[in-house]
């Protein structure tokens, strides 16, 4: 089934249901879910909890899934309560002999399901495109560095995907060609935040932590070395875990590491981080290799 047919079928099956329920149930939707993100963070403390016993999130991952818990239940709520305000609206209508729901209230929930539909669509296909790119980049540097080419590779027009047939695209590469091809592909590209520019910063972090001569080189600039004098990051870097994770690539075991998830929390190690022009040290490294 193309991603033409899932979007469009997507689209289709919302503006039924708002037909069918009404438009103040889809405002009510619009607005749960906008209250939800608001008050996430402050109601946190209700999910916590129970995120907390969860084995299976790593430790630097709770917190988001803390607010995303704390989002989907404050929907859930507000969508019901909302929910329930309306059914007694039209079941007072049913007593005065109207029409449960007015027609032009189903065209409106027609209309605005319809609007509701395609941004889900958008959003689905702007993840799936952004996962697609980092997919893409992360086979191509492997390639160039498995084949003890880094020269070569690093000479190479990184946005010139069809040029190295030995790199077999992986499931979200290829979902990504398929989203450039679709109807949406007009949308998706003028709300993907994922642009050339992050990309390239993407490609070069990657090049110059599986260089050992780029990354000694990452270590020495001016703008990073006073960083590895910093005790926590000390603390990180000399820990036989980490190690280990790095070594045998164990995303969840890094994400759960306690050394690691503090840092995320760790607001002044964060700012300081802000400052750095990664992308102007990362770019003048490479170009000095090529």
């Known amino acids: 089934m193309s991603l033409n047919l899932i979007g469009i079928l997507l689209i289709g099956v919302i503006v039924v249901v708002g037909y069918l329920r009404g438009i103040f149930r889809i405002l009510i939707a619009f607005l749960s879910l906008l209250l939800s993100a608001i008050l996430a963070k402050p109601f946190s403390f209700t999910t916590s909890w129970l995120i907390n016993k969860i084995d299976f999130i790593p430790l630097a991952l709770k917190p988001f899934a803390t607010l995303l818990a704390t989002g989907i239940l404050l929907f859930l709520i507000f969508f019901f309560l909302g929910s329930v305000l309306v059914s007694m609206r039209e ?53 160039g560095i498995k084949t003890n080419k880094e020269d070569d590779f690093l000479k190479k027009d990184w946005f010139d995907l069809g040029r190295e047939k030995r790199i077999s695209k992986g499931s979200f590469g290829v979902l990504k060609e398929n989203v450039q091809k679709s109807l949406f592909a007009p949308l998706v590209k003028e709300i993907n935040p994922l642009d050339e520019k992050i990309t390239k910063i993407f490609e070069n972090l990657i090049t110059v932590m599986r260089d050992p001569d780029l990354l000694q080189q990452l270590k020495n600039h001016p703008e990073i070395s006073h960083l590895t004098e910093n005790p926590k990051l000390i603390k990180v870097a000399e820990d036989e875990e980490i190690k280990k994770a790095l070594d045998s690539s164990d995303i969840y075991a890094l994400l759960n590491n306690p050394k690691i998830a503090n840092l995320t929390k760790d607001k002044e190690l964060i700012d300081e981080l802000k400052k750095i022009d990664i992308e102007k040290i990362l770019d003048e490294i490479v170009k000095e290799r090529k």
Do not use: D, H, N
């Open 91 to 143: 079941g007072k209508r049913e007593e005065e002999g109207l029409p449960r729901i007015p027609f032009w209230e189903r065209v409106g929930g027609a209309l605005l399901g319809g609007i509701w539909g395609l941004f889900l669509v958008v959003i689905i296909f702007t993840g799936l495109e952004i996962i697609g790119s980092f997919e893409e980049v992360s086979e191509r540097i492997s390639a």
